[in-house]
């Protein structure tokens, strides 16, 4: 049995951001989404996370609540107990899922309107479970979980709309769909449809859920010219570092049906946005943290952390590739996960979370310090570290 020697404060956070552009900008000319993403946030002095809002233009963050004296941790606060998977932002509002039991599951779909700052609850089943949620510019789609009340129970995913201008929810019924399944577009009167449930499978229905023609997609989401790109070879490397995990990036030439790595042996899944590839590399040097040990040998293991400081970018075909940014003097690292926000302001920008490591007590060993959002303009490559209230 493997045992560590250090109190490092290893805490998995859901980092669910949102993203959006200047067309669900508020009809009075207001913008809620150009120069601002959305995430959820807790800061060092509280053990609660509620959704922040980030200024991309001068990197600071507040919360969205609009009670100042609200300590976030009961259903009066309109972020309490929120799950911001699939959340988006149409006009002046901002929709996701709020569950009654704190991180188990989802009861209600909300909608909190960022210019009032009032809080509505659109659809509530306390007899059911709200897995997904779905937002488009006039539908709100969500499938919601149902059992057929047997003792050994049979679940069934339920399709469910909410129409944003005429405000009326529709049962659309059991469209057979999986808990993994994504709507990732509502275009010309169809909904497009990605399962992979067993083996990636794309599909598209009528705004109903009905009519569905297999194997009907938009273009391919990693496609940019004559290239897509996708991920390859994902496995976890040695136990000698701490929550790592590495992957090929691959480029397929759609032409000749030609495949190369453009990025070997890469730390983190890459994001793909815009024609470019953006990734991580290991430290040169990396960073030990301390010692892994086995009680039934007594051998001793060092541990490192290898996530590193720079951002790369290249083209899908592998080309141009440069060092976008390198956060080395901001004393933080690249966290393991790879998150993309797109602002639709000035300029667009790039912000994933950062960790950090600070001396233990004893002197002998690091333990994990505060986390931390950063803020990259990728055209320029300059950064700011987010100042979070």
């Not at 107990?81 to 929709?95: A, F, L, R």
């Not at 229905?205 to 009905?210: F, H, P, Q, S, Y």
């Amino acid at each position: 049995m493997k045992r560590l020697i250090l109190m490092l404060i290893v805490g998995a956070m859901l980092f669910a951001l949102l993203s959006c552009s200047g067309k669900n900008n508020a009809p009075d000319g207001k913008t809620y989404t150009d120069n601002y993403v959305y995430t959820m946030w807790k800061t060092s002095d509280t053990s609660v996370s509620t959704l922040y809002r980030i200024n991309v233009l001068n990197a600071t963050g507040a919360p969205v609540c609009p009670d100042p004296l609200c300590a976030h941790n009961a259903s009066d606060c309109p972020f309490f107990s929120i799950n911001t998977t699939g959340s988006g932002i149409v006009g002046s509002s901002i929709y996701y899922l709020r569950g009654s039991v704190p991180m188990k599951y989802c009861r209600q779909v909300c909608r909190f309107n960022l210019e009032s700052g009032k809080l509505e609850i659109l659809y509530e089943n306390n007899a059911a479970m709200i897995a997904r949620l779905f937002v488009f510019e006039d539908y709100i789609y969500f499938l919601e979980l149902t059992d057929d009340g047997k003792d050994s129970p049979i679940y069934a995913f339920r399709l469910m709309r909410y129409g944003i201008r005429d405000r009326k929810t529709v049962d659309l019924g059991n469209t057979g769909a999986q808990k993994n399944v994504d709507i990732y577009a509502c275009v010309g009167g169809r909904l497009y449809w990605e399962d992979a449930g067993g083996a990636e499978t794309y599909f598209s229905t009528d705004i109903d859920g009905k009519n569905r023609m297999d194997g009907d997609r938009l273009p391919d989401r990693t496609r940019s010219g004559n290239y897509s790109v996708m991920t390859e070879n994902i496995q976890v490397i040695d136990r000698a570092y701490i929550n790592m995990y590495t992957c090929d990036v691959v480029s397929k030439n759609l032409t000749s049906g030609e495949t190369s790595v453009i990025v070997r042996n890469n730390p983190s899944f890459p994001m793909v946005y815009d024609g470019k590839v953006f990734y991580y590399r290991f430290q040169k040097e990396p960073l030990l943290i301390g010692d892994v040990v086995d009680e039934d040998s007594g051998e001793r293991k060092k541990i490192f952390d290898a996530r590193g400081t720079e951002l790369y970018v290249c083209d899908f075909d592998g080309q141009n590739d440069r060092l976008l940014c390198d956060i080395s003097d901001s004393g933080y690292l690249f966290g393991i996960t790879n998150s993309m926000l797109c602002s639709s302001g000035n300029g667009e920008y790039y912000c994933t979370t950062l960790i950090s490591y600070r001396q233990s007590e004893d002197g002998q060993t690091v333990e994990r310090g505060e986390n931390a959002i950063v803020v990259i303009n990728v055209k320029t490559g300059s950064y700011k570290v987010a100042e979070m209230e």
